[in-house]
């Protein structure tokens, strides 16, 4: 599973979690900032990644609407008999993570 940095955030939740702390107030100043920097530095090297979001549509055939899903991202198609049945795809190939 996939987890995504959020550099402000977790630079924000370091600087808190140090400047709350009165014990360790006094070694703050050169000590904290070089771990900060640290820290940044290893968030910046976490490679970004794009998550693709997409979902299945419907298609109508010439009697209404088929068994037979589309993906909103690459046009894959899949059958499926329910609803119940789609969520045994929760990705498309493409790499799309399929949204309800």
Not at 82 to 87: A, I, M, N, T, V
Not at 89 to 97: E, L, T, V
């Amino acid at each position: 599973m996939y987890r995504l940095i959020d550099e402000d955030t977790t630079l924000n939740m370091i600087e808190c979690a140090f400047i709350t702390d009165k014990r360790v107030e006094n070694l703050l100043c050169k000590d904290m900032r070089a771990v900060i920097e640290v820290v940044r530095e290893a968030i910046k090297a976490v490679p970004s990644i794009t998550f693709k979001t997409g979902r299945w549509i419907r298609q109508k055939s010439l009697y209404g609407y088929s068994n037979t899903y589309e993906c909103s991202i690459c046009g894959r198609t899949i059958y499926a008999e329910s609803k119940e049945d789609l969520e045994d795809y929760p990705y498309c190939h493409c790499g799309a993570k399929i949204g309800w």
